[in-house]
């Protein structure tokens, strides 16, 4: 028996170290096997390291995030000396991603009322939010990995109310909140709130604190507030609806809630004090680094309240969310106005299955949604649930730990979910965060109901229910990290400064070596109108002005772009990376910057729908780290020719032949080693010399650079031609590639 009880205790520990485990291989090859073209990461690497050179961010640099962003990263980059490189952003956006997640599970910890159970929870709350959270992976380094993480703090720091620690904490949870606003202020403002609004409501509750209590209703006007100009549409008058009855439904609950020790006046009082004491260090250092106020509160405030008018769409509504808040809010109507014996039975009999159906549909939610492929069931079903933690089970008491804190959580849970207006991208996950922790602690309710019930068939289902749930969230966290360890392992290595870790998709390395290559070789700096800032840190390039392009050209003003317009003219080689855009097409007609690029630029070679540009004037132009068809000038007459473009990174290796490959088939087209008569092709330098016949002694890879005009003509073109995605490959005496070439389109390589 002893063993058995042994075994048990071990078991939860097992299950929580496996899931670590796991999380690490999912964070680290998830992160790094992957790099989104509108490149967020970059954007901010961009303007910190602005922050760095002594730039004045807001006034020079126009930046529509909040001052503490910069704080925190000027500590990490600056005081701390930490590289500002992708490797490193990308580390640091995994460490605030799982810390994150710890914070909610120890959440998850100390405000379950089981005790013998709690592991098994935590690691239930710990791997739903690994993957709920995995978004932070497709934009690393956005200050929203550092607002999540203030939140997490925030809802672990509820949970310490006993006396000694309750006004120390409440001045701490004032600090957090301060923080946030002055991260993301859409996200601060509702977390301020929502906190300010449960500390009012677990305050006194005699005297004048009563009129404070009631007026803290208003916090139900915050979605009105925020979606006033589109509440006129079908799906924000339903967003609206579903977050407002939301909001109502927790703080219902919360202002009846019993409670055996209340917050005083000075506890309540700290909180504003915190927030004030945060703000003072925040703007202080802004200062220090030159930034006015009035630049502050245009970039910090002024510029974000602008953004829905900018930019965005619509929330996709579930089908039945409105229906669903009704039906919840009913209930709790029934519950309220009952009698005690009504009470009873919903508590008993109700409300368990309930519980129920909200955990597995709030675990379930976090396991399988994923941005942009279904619609955002979790924030549209969600707020209406959040009322049910503040219900404890059937004969029992929360404890002045668990009242504060899931009081303190469905407060802050139900208007978080409105950070998804006006752009429900990635801010889906992170707003929905707190509710899948409820989810879990409304399961811990559930087994609560089971043993109480008194029969050990019951107490049985409920702990191999809870076993189960467990195997399944493990089942699915493993079924992630087996998929981005296998892709990160098929991945290619992306040879840049700073970004050695990166193993992307064939094709995508190809793309951004490419663009890598290119910048270094031929030009003094680059500009994107889609951004592509990170290109700055793998190609050791300056931008050219401290105006940063990000996601939308409606956030730079005329004036600004005037500013670009000049800035870039000093640069003569100026090299112009194209793209028509992602979100909304390019202003090409009305954008300043972009008519001065249409009209000062012309097109010299494309890789899918990125186009490198140059001016107009320029005399010369190779493109690098490419193959493209070219004249047979030194290799005699052949119908086929490709010239190469040697990149001027340094390859070790000798090359001992090359081949032309389809790679999205992974078939051989043409081999200069090949004596197929198909398959023969012949390397060429500009003295018409033939490099690397056929049983010819392999060449150094800086003797080869060193050739110039190299060509590669083929006798007898391919019939079929080159295939969907042509490389040419320099292969070593072991047919190991050393270096593969994209074969792109070149244009009008000469000046107009």
Known sequence: ????????????????????????????TFTFSQFVPYDDEGYFTVTVQHLLDGHRLYDDVPVPYGPF????????????????????????TIGHWLLCAALLAAVTYRLSHRRDGRLWLTTITFVAMVLQLSTAAREPGHPQELAALLIGVVCLLATFVAPGQRSLACGLLGAAAGASLLVKINVGVFLAAGMGVALVLLGPTGGWWRLVRRGSIVVIALPFALLRRDVGQLWAAEFC??????IALAWIVAYRIELDVRCTPRDVFLYPVGMLCATVVTV???????????????????QPVQFPLQFGWPVRIGGYAVLCGAMSAAL???????????????????????????????IGEALTERWGRTPETLLTYGPAFLWLALVPPIGVRWSPREAFGRTLLCLIAAPQVLIAYPVPGSQVLFGTMEIVVIGVLLLSDVLVALESAGSPQWVRIGRLGCVASVAAVLAALGFHA?????????????????????????????????????????SDTFVSPIGLNSLYSWTHRKPAGPVVIGNSWKAISASQ????????????????????????????????????????FRPVARFGPYLLKIRNDRKEFAPSGCAYPGSAEAGGSAALVLRLGLPPRAIAGRVASVTVVDLYRDGL?????????????????????????????AVDMDVLRRQEGLVLTFPNPPAGGLGALPAVCLMDGDRRRLLTLPVVPAIALGAR
Not at 284 to 302: D, Q
Not at 334 to 360: H, N
């Open 1 to 28: 028996m002893g063993t058995v009880t042994r075994l048990e205790g071990r078991a939860p520990v097992l299950a929580l170290v496996a899931a670590t485990a796991a999380a690490l291989a999912y964070a680290y």
């Open 69 to 92: 962003f910069y704080l925190s990263r000027w500590l990490i980059y600056g005081a701390l000396r930490v590289p500002l490189v992708t490797d490193a952003v990308r580390l640091i």
């Open 241 to 246: 609806a579903v977050t407002t009855v939301g």
């Open 284 to 302: 202080g250092f802004m200062m220090l680094r030159g930034t006015s106020l009035a630049g502050l509160w245009s970039g910090a405030v002024l």
């Open 332 to 362: 709790l109507l029934l519950y309220e106005t009952g009698g005690e014996r009504t009470r009873a039975r919903l508590v008993s009999r109700v409300l368990p299955p309930c519980k129920l159906g909200a955990a597995g549909f709030a």
């Open 482 to 522: 087996s998929g981005s360890v296998a892709a990160y392992a098929y991945g290619r290595p992306l040879n840049v400064d700073g970004g050695r870790l990166l193993r992307l998709p064939l094709q995508d390395t190809l793309l951004y070596q490419w663009l890598v290559d290119n910048v270094e070789a031929s």
């Open 561 to 600: 772009q005037q500013v670009m317009v000049g800035a870039h003219q000093a640069y003569p080689n100026l090299v112009v990376i194209d793209h028509p855009g992602f979100f909304e097409p390019m202003p090409r007609d009305s954008a300043p910057f972009l008519i001065y690029i249409d009209q000062q």
């Open 669 to 697: 087209i043409a081999d200069t080693a090949s004596g197929d008569a198909r398959l023969q092709a012949s390397l060429h330098n500009g003295a018409g010399q033939t490099l690397l016949a056929r049983g010819a002694a």
